[in-house]
């Protein structure tokens, strides 16, 4: 009796099965992906939480649009620092090395960006005027932009970031052969590498 009732079982359960098949599959077209039988709240479930989902990824966008913003607005602020960095130069006197006043509060803000700006490194290039040999020249451009090297260096700015180099009479600003135009000639540059 047991034995039936253990038969009588297996063949009901798989007497469901069947019809639970068979239903479900009337339901779908062939080719159809396989999927349980009354898929219907499970797809109103899935468009719910796809409601819910959609403002998170607003959220997302949100989040990355401002960031590429933010990383727009550095980009556009590190421009114009390195801008301002590199267009101002310091000048120096008629067989001089020596940074006047003005030079040095030049320096300093220079400094400041080389703070701010860690990772950059800069040449600092050496001109003269016209006057004087080609070697004398080199040397005391040299030595100009060793001067603005080492009082950056004073100021905190490590020295294997900063590079120097001398053009000596080589490419000078104003080719007149006047006071104004040599004064303009006596100058360090400064070029972020």
Known sequence: MKRQFVVLSILLLAV?????????????????????????????SLAAAGKTAEPASSMDAEKLEQERLKRLEAEKAYQAAMTRFE???????????????????????????????KEVKVQIAGYCDERGSLEYNLALGERRAVAAKNFLANLGIDAGR???????????????S?????????RDEFHVQ
């Open 16 to 44: 469901s099965v069947l019809m639970m098949t068979a239903a479900c599959g009337a339901k779908k077209p062939l080719g159809a992906k396989a999927e349980q039988c009354g898929a219907e709240p499970a797809k109103e």
């Open 87 to 117: 267009s101002e130069m310091i000048h120096f006197n008629y067989d001089s090395d020596v940074l006047l006043p003005e030079a040095q509060d030049i320096l300093r803000v220079k400094a400041d960006f080389l703070r701010t700006y």
């Open 162 to 176: 900063m590079a120097t180099v001398s053009y000596g009479k080589e490419n000078p600003l104003d080719t007149a």
């Open 178 to 186: 006047t006071e104004e135009a040599w004064a303009k000639n006596r």
